[in-house]
Structure formats: C-alpha cells, structure tokens
C-alpha cells in the first residue's frame, strides 16, 4: 500500500531536512532528511501498552536526533533497538534539501521515487514482541520514507505499535496514522512529538505513560 502527501513547501536551518511544518496547506521544512524532532507534545502512547511481554524501539534516524531518543526510550524501558537502516545510505549531499537535484528533493517531488528497500526489514525474533515503538523523522509533514517497508513488510497483527517522531518544528500530523494504514494490521495507538533538542527527562516522562 502507498502512502501518499500533498506537496509542501520548504524552509530550514543549515541546508539539511530537519523538521517540517505546514503553513496555509504549505508544508515549513526545517527538516533535512535528517529531520530529527520536535518538542514533547501531545498524549503520548496508552497507559499499560507494555504491561507484558517483550518491548521493541524501532527506529530511523537520519541526523541522530531520533536515534537519540530511541535510545533513551529503550533505556527508559528495557527494551530492545532495531535500527531501521535503508540498502542503499542516505549521505548527506543526498539529504540536502535545499538542492533540486539531491536524492530526498527528488523523492519528495517524486513519490515513485520514495520505493526505499531497507538493510533489514524485520527484527530478529520479531514474533516475541507484544509492543513496537517506532520512531522516525519528519519529512515534509510525513514520516521519513525509510519506514515505508517497515510497516508495509511486517506483520503487526497481536502487536501495540506506539509512534514518536522528532522535528524542528512540525508535530506528528498524519504521520502515525499513515502508516498505521499502510500496515493494515496491528493496534495502532496515539504518537508523540520530540523536538530536535528534546531532554532525557522529557522522554522519560513519555515513557513513564506507556
């Protein structure tokens, strides 16, 4: 299943994706590519979403941001990391948005162009999980498309998928949502919004919730 967007313009700090918001349907890019976070916000995951069984933070980071708070949350937790890690590695003259030719501006303007197989699309043991974290970056208002074949290509039916994000600026907006349609199986619950500087103490009062 694809996910699609509206077009959005852009605005940034520095030249790389890094955080997304709209603006009159027009989406503000402060997010490269690696377009990691924004400030804690909003409800978070349910309560007792990881009361039993095994937890797993899942997660793609282009500049480390989301990574960041990943590790944090798993931290937090006790649970397992998966990094989310496409075949062929963004660099950084690919996530320069502010160049009309480099990969991501391509694949924004081109949405044949966002197919982005991944390294390893799903984790070792996979079956043993009962809660998913996923976390990514914000990209033109959705989810980094490294996640695309992560909720497409796994079977999340038993399972609690709670999505966090991190941006400059933009929030969560359809994000979670989306992919939970991609997906089409698993308990999708509601996001979470990380800023690009957010504190350990701000992921630990998230996680405190789940």
């Given amino acids: 299943m694809k996910i699609s967007i509206a077009a959005a313009g852009i605005f940034a700090a520095g030249g790389t994706l890094s955080a997304c918001s709209s603006n009159n349907g027009n989406d503000t890019q402060a997010s490269t590519a690696n377009n990691d976070e924004q400030q804690v916000q909003g409800s978070g995951a349910a309560s007792n979403a990881t009361s039993s069984g095994k937890v797993l933070v899942a997660y793609y980071s282009a500049q480390g941001h989301t990574k960041r708070v990943a590790e944090a949350a798993a931290d937090e937790l006790g649970a397992d990391l998966f990094e989310i890690v496409p075949a062929e590695v963004y660099t950084d003259d690919d996530l320069n948005w502010t160049n009309d030719q480099s990969r991501v501006t391509r694949e924004y303007e081109d949405e044949s162009l966002r197919d982005t ?10 079956a043993d999980y009962d809660t998913v974290l996923l976390g990514y970056p914000i990209w033109w208002a959705i989810a980094a498309w490294p996640c695309n074949h992560f909720a497409t ?44 500087g957010a504190s350990d103490s701000e992921v630990r009062t998230w996680t405190a919730g789940i």
Avoid at 117 to 126: E, G
């Fill in 117 to 126: 197989p991944l390294a390893q699309t799903t984790p070792d043991n996979w």
């Fill in 153 to 196: 290509d796994n079977d999340f039916t038993g399972k609690k998928v709670i999505p966090f994000c991190t941006s400059a600026s933009s929030g969560l907006g359809q994000s979670g949502k989306l992919l939970a349609e991609a997906a089409g199986t698993g308990d999708w619950q509601d996001g979470q919004r990380f800023s690009s």
